[in-house]
Every structure is written in structure tokens, then in C-alpha cells.
């Protein structure tokens, strides 16, 4: 699924670089800004946000994480 169409990100891009970013920065928060730049892409009109939010919130979730800022 299509999460940000400004920079064709999908919710599989997302779920991945979660992943990474829990190996690589395991007590830092997790944004969709963060999400962005580790992706090398960044916020343009923002419409994506909130359900860039909550696909990581869910997915933290999932993995019994809840220290999400997003
Ligand atoms: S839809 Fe993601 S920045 Fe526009």
C-alpha cells in the first residue's frame, strides 16, 4: 500500500526501515520524519503523516514497543 505518494513510500518501506532503525538505534525515538530521512526522502506536502504515525506505532506494538513519539 501507498503510504506517501509524494515519494512513493509504502507501508513496506516503513515496517523495513523500522526494523533497522530498532538494530541500528535501539533507544531513539522512531518518527515518520525519521522513517523519511532514513529512506533519503523527506516531508513534502505531509498528508502522510498521521498514517505514517500510526504504522509505526502499530508496529512497534507488535514487537511489545511502546515508546513511540510518532
Ligand atoms: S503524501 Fe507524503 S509528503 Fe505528501
Do not use: F, W
Amino acid at each position: 500500500m501507498i503510504v506517501c505518494h509524494c515519494n512513493t513510500i509504502t507501508d513496506r518501506h516503513i515496517r523495513e526501515v523500522v526494523d533497522e532503525l530498532l538494530t541500528e538505534m535501539p533507544t531513539s525515538m522512531i518518527t515518520p520524519l525519521v522513517v523519511y530521512q532514513a529512506l533519503g526522502k523527506r516531508s513534502r506536502c505531509g498528508g502522510c503523516l498521521p498514517l505514517a504515525a500510526r504504522l509505526i506505532r502499530d508496529h512497534l506494538a507488535a514487537r511489545g514497543i511502546k515508546r513511540s513519539a510518532a
